[in-house]
């Protein structure tokens, strides 16, 4: 049989978020597995930083920095705000919150100009901003 195709990767991954009635009781397990999948079928910088999220939420940060850690500089540009805000979120649970705390405002930095990598949108801005408070980051950290 042939291997599946990205957009039912995808599907599958919509199927797992949709099955689940909350964020705790989501199989991160399973969404690791299906993310790994579109990213070798798919080589998306964009799916690897999904998988280090899901990765975390199953309880593996120390993992999901690791495979974090393995994106090129390349890949990191072009998923920036994300690389860094899933960043941020597995060193939190590690408990080191001056890193995570630098993640964040990294996450909501603007990319430099003539530099690759889009901003952050509206709801991962939203995210980061309520992150911020929550762990109580400095208001000078962050230049959004």
Do not use: C, F
């Not at 952050?120 to 980051?137: F, K, N, T």
Request: no cysteine; aromatic share 4%.
């Amino acid at each position: 049989p042939a291997a599946p195709s990205p957009l039912a990767i995808e599907a599958a991954i919509a199927s797992v978020h949709a099955a689940a009635p909350d964020w705790a009781q989501t199989d991160w397990s399973a969404l690791v597995a299906l993310y790994d999948a579109l990213a070798a079928r798919t080589r998306s910088p964009a799916a690897i930083v999904n998988a280090s999220v899901a990765q975390t939420a199953a309880g593996d940060p120390q993992g999901a920095l690791a495979r974090l850690d393995a994106l090129n500089e390349a890949a990191r540009a072009g998923v920036r705000a994300g690389y860094w805000a899933a960043r941020a979120t597995a060193l939190q649970k590690l408990g080191n919150d001056a890193a995570a705390s630098a993640a964040r405002a990294e996450a909501l930095r603007p990319p430099a100009v003539g530099k690759p990598g889009g901003g952050v949108s509206s709801p991962m801005r939203a995210h980061l901003e309520a992150q911020r408070r929550l762990y109580g980051d400095d208001d000078d950290e962050a230049t959004a």
